[in-house]
């Protein structure tokens, strides 16, 4: 029973097209992510939800729209992809409880890697 | 602004031997401090984790980690490592209940 789930887990596109990624989290927490993992490995987060809210948004093109239907759910669509956006996006959520114990550790998804050709 | 370095983008060493993988951070309060490690193909899994209290902590698969204040770092060790050890680790500082920085990560490679 996975806790925090990305689907699709690969998606293979061409330039210019329109596509979605969508995430789901069982743990009943309020706060969730969208990270970007390039190909040295470094992790850059770019949005972040709490109760449907956005909250953090970092300097990333106005082509990716993040969307939170709900608290348990963070899709991310991205509009006329380039080839830089060739990464591996992460989806995480964050505990709710005291600082001392659930509360700022992250929980990740296993990716979605998407290639744009 | 909150910020963490790894100094060693990529370390081996042989099995059953010991680790020590560093990290610095950079926060004007206490922060809050993290390591994951991220299999090829997978996701990040929490490894441990610093709040408060005992400075040294002690997290899965053998791992521990020791925040030292007076020299802002993080670092993570394990007695003897294991060929399944091989993995990219990531440190990361949270000053807050909203974002968390990480390092660029550190490769380990283990030979037999």
């Known amino acids: 029973d996975t806790a925090v789930s990305q689907t699709p887990k690969y998606l293979v596109t061409q330039m210019g097209n329109d596509k979605s990624i969508k995430c789901e989290q069982n743990?009943?927490?309020?706060?969730m992510y969208w990270y970007k993992q390039d190909s040295k490995k470094f992790l850059k987060i770019m949005f972040s939800?709490?109760?449907?809210?956005?909250?953090i948004n970092e300097t990333v093109p106005n082509r990716f729209s993040p969307k939170s239907p709900d608290k348990a759910h963070l899709n991310l669509h991205i509009n006329s992809l380039e080839l830089g956006d060739s990464a591996v996006y992460f989806c995480a959520s964050r505990g709710t409880g005291t600082p001392t114990l659930a509360k700022n550790i992250q929980y990740f998804g296993a990716g979605t890697r998407l290639s744009v050709l | 602004a909150q910020s963490v370095t790894q100094p060693d983008i990529h370390i081996t060493v042989s099995e059953g031997a010991s680790l020590e993988l560093r990290c610095n951070y950079s926060y004007g309060a206490t922060p809050y401090l993290f390591w994951y490690v991220q299999s090829p193909g997978q996701g990040l899994q929490l490894l441990l984790k610093y709040f408060s209290g005992d400075t040294l902590v002690q997290g899965i698969k053998g791992f521990e980690a020791e925040f030292k204040r007076s020299q802002s770092s993080f670092n993570l060790r394990k007695p003897s490592v294991h060929w399944s050890d091989a993995a990219e680790y990531f440190c990361?500082?949270?000053?807050?209940?909203?974002?968390?920085?990480f390092g660029t990560g550190t490769k380990l490679q283990v030979i037999p």
């Open positions: 743990l009943g927490h309020d706060t």
């Open positions: 990361a500082v949270s000053g807050g209940y909203q974002k968390v920085t």
């Open positions: 939800y709490n109760n449907k809210e956005l909250i």
